[in-house]
């Protein structure tokens, strides 16, 4: 996970940058733009921080939902 704080000059916004490796294989990745407008650094890696966590909850939903061990 990583992110850019007001990477955007235009919005101001910060770009969220996070990869999934599910056995030292990549099973996801995702950028995009954070919806709002982060008021430091650590705000915008905290905000990438919590939106890799769901991403990872729900692929662990998905493979206990298909019997994979994980």
Known sequence: ???DYAGSIV??????GCCT???????SWKSK???????SSA????R????GICEILW???ILD??????
């Open 1 to 3: 996970m990583d992110a």
């Open 11 to 16: 919005h101001r916004r910060s770009t969220i």
């Open 21 to 27: 490796f599910l056995g030292g294989n990549l099973v």
């Open 33 to 39: 733009k954070q919806n709002v407008v982060a008021r």
């Open 43 to 46: 705000e915008a890696e905290f």
């Open 48 to 51: 990438a921080m919590a939106q």
């Open 59 to 61: 692929l662990k939903i």
């Open 65 to 70: 939902d298909l019997k994979i061990r994980w």
